[in-house]
């Protein structure tokens, strides 16, 4: 293998000013975790990078040394694992691992050795983030679980490599560590859409749990850091970053259901809602769009085999879909089919007209509070005080 061109302080130093210029200044305990913590160790010999074009392409070391080096080296998500064709893991991107934990609030001394919190670390992937963990608040705080017994071995081998032996535990992260209960803070690796009540049962009251969100309609967006209560509760807000795989598989995508269904009949209307407005970017407007039509999924058909444009809209487990085309002329009006008990053009209708008559919120506008009885309950506050989302 060639020497690469750039020694890995070098690339860690420009790792650094790039995460500084994205989230700001480091706290300087982050600063020397990331030294002490080389990404490089921590990924295998194939990483999967963008390809450009919605797609990923392998980046082999053995073949391309420099190239894989300088990906592991910046500040962007990598692919590690795929699974049948699909991502299935991937090593976070690091100004975002970063503000995670700061969200997290550690209690982390910058003169002392590690004396953080006691931290349940959800999805242990590669190890890189409960090397951090360890660093930051030391070995014997850190419990990391992975579903995945490979990536387990893989992270365990990894952490020990550079001499971490936080506890890892091979099991089912929605179920969190009992035995390792309760915990100061809980901190998932993957987007929920939901939290699982065994997370709130193992932290303690007055503790957090930091995960990223995600929906069938916006998919990962969001991260959302709830206090616990003494009753068994929580109560936390949202915060406008997340790019994270989801906990469980995918909702199906709306190009999979069937644009028929002959038990029950289509509906055609027209619609001035433009379905750009709902699905072309505004990451706010998805966002609550995801909250307040649960189980809503889309994607883009721009084949021109039915329309210029098409928006196809499911839902993620039944069987009422809808169609909104564009007729490449006119935008203001679309044509609008809909099928099923459920009428999905007319609920993100309803939903983004709300959004809108909240003064269309951002995401840190919102909310959740979960009740002693496990009741979960999505809120915004505006200008009017606390509404239900």
Known sequence: MDTPAWSTAELTERLLAEMAQFIGPLPSAFDRAVRAVPRHLFLPAVIWLRDGNGGHRPCDRGATPDEWLNAAYSDAPLVTQFTDGLPTSSASMPSMVLRMLALADLDLDPDLEPAGRRVLELGAGTGFNAALLCHLCGDEAVTT???????????????????????????????????????????????????PSAWLEQTEPGGRVVTPWNSAWCGGYGTLVLTTAPDGGGEGRFHDFASF???????????????????????????????????????????????????????WDTSGEHAPARLDVADDSGPSWATVDYDGHHADRFTVTQAGPRRLWDEITAAYAHWESLGRPSVDSYGLTVTAAGEQAVWVEGPAGRQPA
């Open 145 to 195: 679980v992975e579903l995945d017994p490979t990536l387990a071995a893989e992270a365990e081998r990894n952490l020990k490599a550079v001499g971490h032996t936080p506890e890892v535990v091979r099991g089912d992260a929605g179920a969190g560590r009992p035995a390792g209960a309760p915990y100061e803070r809980i901190i998932a690796t993957f987007s929920v859409d939901r939290i």
């Open 245 to 299: 795989m989801p906990m469980r598989e995918s909702a199906p995508s709306a190009a999979d259901v069937p644009t028929e269904d002959g038990a029950t009949p289509e509906r055609r209307a027209s619609s001035a809602l433009s379905p750009w407005s709902v699905a072309g970017g505004d990451l706010n407007a998805e966002f609550h769009v995801g909250l307040a039509v649960p189980g809503a999924c889309c994607v």
